[in-house]
Structures are given as C-alpha cells and as structure tokens.
C-alpha cells in the first residue's frame, strides 16, 4: 500500500508575509507563511476569526498585491505581477467570496452567462450551459430571479454557479457553505469533488462548516496569521494503516498513532538503491509501507546480505537509540516506499509512549 505519486504542484505558497495600515497603525497579519498544493487537492483552510484566512485566499486569487515573498499559481510567479496578466490570471479562478459580487440589474441565468461570456464556447450554447450549471446547485426554477428576489442561500448558490461553470483550473472559496442548509451545502461539496476528481481542479476552501470536512484531502489551521497544522488526511491514514502491521506501534492509540504519521515523509527507492548506509550517522527511523529490502552487514568474510526486510517492517532506530553510526546497510531489492520519521521526533515518540519504549528497548536488546 502506498500512495499515487505526487501531482504536479498547482499552487506554491513561500514566505508570505502580510501587513495592513500604514506607519504607526500598521500591523503584521501573516506571518512567514508557506504551502504547497497539488493539482486535484481539496484543502481546507480552518482557524479563528482575523487568523488572516481571508487575506491569504485573496493574495492567492491576485485580487491582492504581494508585499513580502512568493506566491506561484501553475509555475507562475504573482508578485510584481502586471495588472494586464494578473487579470488573465484571474480568468482561471473560481472565485466563490462571502459577497458575492452578483449584479443586481440581471437573472441568475446572466449572471452565469457574463462568466461564459469570458470562454470560447458557442454563443448559441451560453443559455443551455448557465441553465445546466444552476441546475446542479438545485436552481433550475430560479434561473429567472434578479437576485434580490432570492434568499441568501440562493444567491449564494448562483455565485457558486457562475464559479464553478468554466471548470476553474483552482477554485477559491470563502465560506461558501455559511447560507446553505445540509443539503444545499453538501451538494456544493459534491460538485467540488467532481471537479477536482475529473478535472484535476484545485480547491481551497476557508470554512468553519463541520460538515464538508470530509471532502478534504488536507486541513490547514491559521493562528494569528501563522499556519500552525497542515494535515494530509488520505496519506495520514495510510500511514497509520502501515504503522498498525508494525509491530512497536501496535498498541499505540489512533490519536497517538496519527501524531506521528504527521511527522513521516514518503520516501521512494529503487532496486540497489540504498536507503541507509552502514557508518554513517543515523537521523531517521524508517517503516517499509511496499516492497522489500536487504540488511547487508560486514561479517568475516566481506559484507553480504543477512537478513530481507518486507512490507510492515521497520529499521534504522538502532542508531538512533544508540547514538551511534548505523551498524548496516539497508538497500531497496525493487521499487521500496518507506515512510521516515526524523531522528528528533522518533525520540519524542519513544520518550512519550511507554509501550513503545518498552518496545525498543526490548528491540535493541536482541537487535544490539
Ligand atoms: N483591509 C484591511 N485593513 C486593515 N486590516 C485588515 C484588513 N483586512 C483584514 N484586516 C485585519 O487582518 C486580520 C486578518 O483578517 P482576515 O480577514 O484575513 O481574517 P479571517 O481569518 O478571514 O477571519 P474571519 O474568519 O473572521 O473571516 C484581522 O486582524 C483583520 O482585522
Ligand atoms: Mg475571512
């Protein structure tokens, strides 16, 4: 069991800082913040009211000038963007924001129009496509209604619409469940899947709404304009599942155990590859989430394989217990995907986790 390889990365967040006011009264609102998102990720951005969520989604969405550090959407740079090429920039966003910016003057049904208007589609077909696309957020008898005669939600389902209807390569989304009763918001959450399921579009979505976090693939929590937790919800329960076989995590809680699966990074080999080197200085602990790889170690009469590691099995805490250099090589047999885990929060996990450190102790008496 591992997972997909990594997609191309759709939205690259480094060192962003944000400061609003000038002189006295200004004020630092984000704060070194950095982000990788790949292409057909839902992330959700969580965390208290003025954690500053707004400000990054709108930096993102170029409706906003970067001050301090990068923001790159598809490979390219928004800071010190020209105003001509952030509008073209915006053409392949979905914006859905807490005022929704319909106008007033015209239906629901032009509203989504004027954002077809924008493609290349046929003319002829502008009216079946925005009737389509209200259709699917549950509008099709208000594609009449100016918006003052909709009820929020309804207007809120119409900018979602007029969103979502040239299939945005990312999608911004500020609250947009906040007016939508359960089942309204759930079919909102279920369109946005389908977009990034059969499009590979990206989704970031602020919300305070219980109900949709399940459609994520990752949760980010803003504190006081710090991204304090980015949590990859699919591979950490890989990572759990994998850790669960192990057998010096097996008495572990789920909480405990999805601690530390936070703390693991994937890592890939391929045949003859070695993953640790006998000699050198041990900084990680490994666990083999697929494929197998060899214990190659001095002996008598040269070095030679002594032992075949396999699917659950874990290596490299020796050294780290220890504080020694490893005492083996460990080299992948075919393709190997291990998770690590850095020497630092290995040693916390031991420290914190009585079985555990039963465990390796035990471990290291028959493994010396
Ligand atoms: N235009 C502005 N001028 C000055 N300060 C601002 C401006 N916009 C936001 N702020 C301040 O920046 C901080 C972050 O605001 P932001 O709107 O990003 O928060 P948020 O996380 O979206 O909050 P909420 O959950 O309430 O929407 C807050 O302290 C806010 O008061
Ligand atoms: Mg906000």
Same mark, same amino acid.
């Given at each position: 069991? #591992?997972l997909?390889?990594p997609?191309?990365?759709?939205?690259e967040?480094?060192?962003?800082?944000h400061?609003f006011?000038?002189?006295?009264?200004r004020?630092?609102v984000?704060?070194?913040? #950095?982000?990788?998102?790949?292409r057909g990720e839902?992330v959700i951005?969580?965390?208290? #009211?003025?954690s500053?969520?707004t400000t990054?989604l709108?930096?993102i969405?170029?409706l906003?000038?970067?001050?301090?550090? +990068?923001?790159?959407?598809?490979?390219?740079?928004?800071?010190g963007?020209?105003?001509?090429?952030?509008?073209q920039? $915006?053409?392949n966003?979905?914006?859905i924001?807490?005022?929704?910016n319909?106008?007033n003057?015209?239906?629901?049904?032009?509203?989504v129009?004027?954002?077809?208007?924008?493609?290349?589609?046929?003319?002829?077909r502008?009216d079946?496509?925005a009737? /389509?696309?209200?259709?699917?957020?549950g509008?099709s *008898?208000?594609a009449?209604?100016?918006?003052? &005669?909709l009820?929020?939600g309804?207007?809120?389902?119409?900018a979602?619409a007029?969103a979502?209807? &040239?299939?945005p390569?990312?999608?911004l989304?500020d609250?947009?469940?906040?007016a939508?009763?359960k089942d309204s918001g759930?079919?909102?959450?279920?369109?946005l899947?389908e977009?990034a &399921?059969n499009?590979?579009t990206?989704?970031m979505i602020?919300?305070?709404?219980a109900?949709?976090i &399940?459609v994520?693939? $990752?949760i980010v929590n803003?504190?006081?304009?710090?991204i304090?937790s *980015?949590?990859r919800?699919?591979?950490?329960?890989?990572?759990?599942?994998?850790?669960?076989?192990?057998?010096?995590f097996?008495?572990?809680?789920?909480? *405990?155990?999805?601690?530390?699966?936070?703390?693991m990074?994937?890592?890939?080999?391929?045949?003859?590859?070695?993953?640790?080197?006998?000699?050198?200085?041990?900084?990680k602990f490994?666990v083999?989430a697929?494929?197998?790889?060899?214990?190659?170690?001095?002996?008598?009469?040269g070095? $030679?394989?002594?032992a075949k590691?396999? /699917?659950?099995?874990?290596?490299?805490?020796v050294?780290l217990?220890k504080?020694?250099?490893?005492?083996?090589?460990v080299?992948a047999?075919?393709?190997?995907?291990?998770? +690590?885990?850095s020497?630092?929060?290995f040693l916390?996990?031991?420290? #914190?986790?009585? +079985?555990?450190?039963?465990?390796?102790?035990a471990m290291l008496?028959?493994?010396g």
């Open positions: 069991m #591992s997909p390889p997609r191309e990365v759709a939205v967040i480094a060192g962003v800082n400061h006011g000038k002189g006295e009264a004020k630092q984000l704060f070194d913040n #950095s982000l990788v998102i790949r839902i951005m969580t965390g208290p #009211s003025g500053g969520k990054l709108t930096l969405g170029t906003r000038g970067i001050q301090e550090g +990068s923001i790159r959407i598809n490979g390219q740079e928004l800071a963007l020209a105003p001509a090429a952030q509008v920039m $915006r053409r966003i979905g914006f924001f807490q005022a929704h319909l106008l003057a015209l239906t629901a049904r032009q509203n129009r004027m954002a077809i208007e924008l493609t290349d589609a046929p003319r002829a502008y079946q496509i009737n /389509e696309m209200l259709g699917a957020v509008l *008898d208000r009449s209604y100016k918006p003052r &005669n009820s929020g309804q207007r809120q389902r119409v979602i007029r979502l209807v &040239n299939k390569r990312l999608i989304a609250e947009p469940t906040a939508l009763d759930a079919n909102v959450v279920r369109l899947r977009l &399921n499009h590979g990206t989704v602020v919300t305070h709404d109900r949709i &399940n994520a693939d $990752r803003m504190v006081d304009g710090h304090v *980015d949590v919800i699919k591979e950490t329960m890989i990572i759990c599942a994998i850790l669960k076989k192990c057998s010096v097996k008495e572990m809680s789920p909480s *405990d155990l999805t601690d530390i699966a936070q703390k990074a994937e890592e890939r080999f391929t045949a003859g590859e070695n993953i640790i080197r006998a000699g050198d200085v041990g900084d490994y083999i697929s494929g197998e790889t060899d214990i190659i170690a001095e002996t008598a009469t070095t $030679r394989a002594v590691l396999g /699917e659950g099995d874990f290596f490299g805490e050294a217990l504080d020694q250099p490893r005492n083996a090589t080299s047999r075919g393709d190997v995907t291990v998770y +690590s885990l020497k630092e929060n916390a996990a031991v420290r #914190s986790h009585k +079985s555990f450190e039963d465990q390796m102790s008496f028959t493994r």
